[in-house]
């Protein structure tokens, strides 16, 4: 499976920015797809995800008010959108995928940078 992100940019604070990815390959071999970041100097931490079957999704409680994350199982593709965008957002944000029998990530994108201006 190869991941590709985009949507990233620079944006103020409180502005809004909509991230996507979009899956090639054995897609039908996907489980579930999720976004990760990574600030400056932290480690990578979890965002969100969804199931390619059924549609569950589940956001971080630190976002969760904020982040929307949804799914286009035709091209196939999963979006993030993120709103109210606080300084404390500005990362690398990655794309990830696992098949079914693996609960590791094993697919991941080469990352969008989002910068959010105070």
């Known amino acids: 499976v190869q991941l590709v992100e985009s949507g990233g940019g620079l944006v103020q604070a409180g502005g809004s920015v909509q991230l996507s990815c979009e899956a090639s390959?054995?897609?039908?071999?996907?489980?579930?797809m999720a976004w990760f970041r990574q600030a400056p100097g932290k480690e990578r931490e979890f965002v969100g995800l969804?199931?390619?079957?059924?549609?569950?999704?589940h956001i971080r409680d630190s976002v969760k008010e904020r982040f929307t994350i949804s799914r286009d199982n035709a091209k196939p593709a999963i979006y993030l959108q993120m709103n109210n965008l606080k300084p404390e957002d500005t990362a690398v944000y990655y794309c990830?995928?696992?098949?079914?029998?693996?609960?590791?990530?094993?697919?991941w994108g080469q990352g969008t940078q989002v910068t959010v201006s105070s």
């Open positions: 990830a995928s696992r098949p079914e029998w693996n609960n590791d990530y094993d697919s």
């Open positions: 969804i199931s390619s079957r059924g549609g569950s999704s």
């Open positions: 390959g054995r897609t039908d071999t996907i489980y579930a």
